[in-house]
């Protein structure tokens, strides 16, 4: 049925192109039908339809290159008028001018006319056909006229079976007053919201602005409110990722969209030149910011992506949000503890990471107040160990990840953060790449985030529990937080920590009211009080910490005292809990301890000297491994 179809269109090209021949050469004759000699108007019609059907396929007019119709092909269908009018024009001078020389210059633009004529009639059928019936859809006013609103409008109108009919589009653009999308109107501005929804009888309000930041979702989400209709939005830019909208994407509001949604920029082509073709290594895979990186990298194509996780479940659920296998027959899925040195020797000995995002660590920071040795383990000793393993091991760049919780820190959990990034700083100073930490606050989505522990409470029946009415806190959605984080990893910095901009911050009682408020029943909010080592408000940045952005708006670089790993060797995790926490809180809070300095052994180089992706540095070349191991180890 494909090369019929095309046969179908050259020849009803070349019977348009004959009929524009006799329609030109009447008018050249004023009309009168005697004039025209029908015998050799035919033969040039025959030569011209050759020609014109050997410049349709040159310029892919009959090769299935583009729809039927679309403005591509309309201009393919220019240029091959362009060039066949000539040739005919040659032609019929060496065949002895069969129709007078001035109809054959019309007889190009009346083809022209005609067979683009056809192609959109076909296609207005076509739309026609597809169009879904107004009686069983939901009747939908599209808040935005810009190509987010077109795009999802198009996705609508052109499948019969679309649950959706728009009948009316709101836009804040004076410019765009009298704009009709597919024939859908701009009937006002978002403050006619309400009178725009009676006039046209809607079900719903959809909030098709993909780059949408939270505070308009949740103005627009207030005027919505009263007026008893179902709100929905498509999703933002970055979880899109330059994909069309279709229908499939609309979706009910999101307590992400109220909170954390912002558009972020990236720099697409420095991200690229690190990840791109490299071998990339992501521990605490399994988990949800660890996922969202894996996902999110793979789509820079590295070479390479190896996941590990001491949760083999969370590796399963990775791999299949990756290619729907879930085979686990992969090396690349690694099932491993960031607490066991020789495991993790073995894995970089294997698979040899260019790359490495850190993500594996405890986080739940009441659980970590009652049992700090745990964070030692695992958030200090597992991190140095990662560290030590990709110094030795010759990683180029290492991104390790840290929580808002570490400024200025006041529990255990920010503590052992705290270290972390001093950790990482010294490492810094001693590698040959660029080994950095990023830090951002709550992250929507995430496990154990306060949504979670919310909608838990209320499909309990309640209550919604909230320590204090005036706390506040950062809020981010994981696709946002990572792909900053992807972002930070391209910079090259030293001894930082890299800080995400999480915009303002949000009381976390207006999200539990928010929550209770759309329960199906009466939802009670309780209020029980600060937990030890919990802030009221957090800060993204400790007082000594300058807001520097020097390459992204929403990132600053903060300098980080380096902390030498010998010193791990004074915690023990077997002394009582409270020693142990005065312990972390000196390490973190104490002067910059760098690591010994000497001659490293020689590394790889590339033909000019210097090893791959290497930066220039102030400082002399320094060991690249910790002076020494922790006394005790898990």
């Known amino acids: 049925m494909v090369v019929p179809g095309r046969m179908a269109r050259a020849g009803v090209d070349a019977a348009a192109l004959g009929l524009a021949l006799l329609i ?59 060039v066949a009018t000539p040739v005919i024009f040659v032609l019929d001078t ?27 009639a076909v296609r207005l059928l076509n739309d026609q056909r597809l169009r879904p019936s107004p009686e069983p859809g939901t009747r939908v006013v599209v808040m935005g006229a810009g190509e987010g609103a077109t795009q999802v409008i198009r996705a609508m109108l052109r499948s019969p079976f679309s649950p959706y009919v728009p009948v009316a ?19 006002g501005n978002r403050q006619a919201m309400a009178e725009v929804v009676r006039r046209y009888s809607a079900d719903a309000v959809l909030i098709a602005i993909p780059s949408a930041g939270a505070d308009l979702v949740r103005e627009l989400t207030e005027l919505a409110e009263p007026l008893n209709v179902d709100l929905k939005v498509v999703p933002p830019v970055v979880e899109l990722f330059g994909r069309t909208v279709s229908v499939e994407d609309i979706r009910p509001v999101s307590h992400a969209d109220l909170l954390g949604r912002r558009e972020i920029g990236i720099d697409l082509a420095a991200v690229a030149g ?26 820079f194509h590295p070479a390479q992506l190896v996941m590990l996780d001491r949760d083999e479940s969370g590796l399963h659920a990775v791999q299949l949000s990756l290619d729907g296998r879930g085979m686990l027959d992969d090396r690349n899925l690694v099932v491993a503890d960031i607490r066991d040195q020789q495991r993790l020797d073995e894995v970089f000995a294997e698979h040899r990471p260019q790359v490495v995002f850190h993500a594996a660590a405890l986080k739940h920071l009441p659980l970590l107040e009652m049992h700090p040795s745990e964070a030692l383990k695992t958030n200090i000793i597992g991190t140095y160990q990662i560290l030590q393993t990709a110094l ?6 290492l991104v390790n990840i840290s929580t808002d919780k570490a400024a200025e820190p006041v529990s255990v959990l920010g503590y052992s953060k705290r270290i972390t990034e001093r950790l990482t700083a010294a490492a810094d100073e001693a590698a040959h790449g660029t080994y950095c930490s990023v830090r951002f606050g709550n992250v929507l989505g995430s496990r154990g985030s306060v949504l979670t522990a919310f909608a838990a409470q209320v499909e309990a029946g309640g209550p919604i529990t909230v320590t204090h009415p005036e706390m506040t806190r950062y809020f981010m959605t994981v696709q946002e937080a990572v792909r900053l984080v992807i972002q930070a990893g391209a910079i090259d910095s030293s001894s930082e920590v890299l800080v995400l901009d999480m915009g303002e911050p949000v009381r976390i009682h207006d999200v539990a009211r928010r929550i209770a408020d759309a329960a199906e029943r009466h939802i009670q909010i309780v209020y029980t009080g600060l937990r030890p080592g919990e802030k009221l408000a957090e800060i993204l940045l400790g007082p000594d910490e300058p807001d520097h952005r020097p390459h992204h708006p929403l990132i600053s670089q903060a300098p980080v005292p380096p902390l030498d790993g010998a010193v791990l060797s004074l915690l023990d995790p077997t002394v009582p809990r409270k020693d142990l926490i005065a312990v972390l809180r000196w390490l973190a809070e104490s002067p910059a301890l760098s690591p010994a300095r000497e001659t490293p052994p020689p590394m790889p180089a590339t033909r000019n000297g210097r090893r791959p992706g290497a930066r220039n540095k102030s400082t002399a070349p320094r060991q690249p491994e910790f002076t020494v191991r922790p006394g005790r180890q898990p």
């Open 392 to 397: 030795r091991h010759g990683v180029d760049r």
């Open 169 to 187: 589009l709101l836009d804040d653009d004076p410019a765009k007053r009298t704009l009709r999308v597919m024939g859908v109107p701009v009937a």
């Open 24 to 82: 030109a050469t009447l008018l050249r004759h004023d009309g009168d039908f005697s004039h025209v000699h029908l015998l050799p108007l035919l033969v040039l019609a025959c030569f011209a339809a050759v020609v014109h059907t050997v410049a349709g396929l040159r310029f892919g007019l009959y090769t299935g290159r583009w729809s039927y119709g679309c403005f591509e092909e309309i201009a393919a269908l220019a240029r091959t008028a362009v």
């Open 94 to 120: 060496l065949l002895g001018r069969l129709v007078p020389r001035s109809a054959i210059i019309a007889a190009g633009l009346i083809a022209l006319v005609l067979t683009a004529g056809v192609r959109y």
């Open 274 to 299: 690190y990840l791109a073709g490299r071998r990339v290594l992501v521990t605490g895979a399994g988990g949800s910011i660890g996922s969202e990186l894996c996902r999110q990298v793979a789509r």
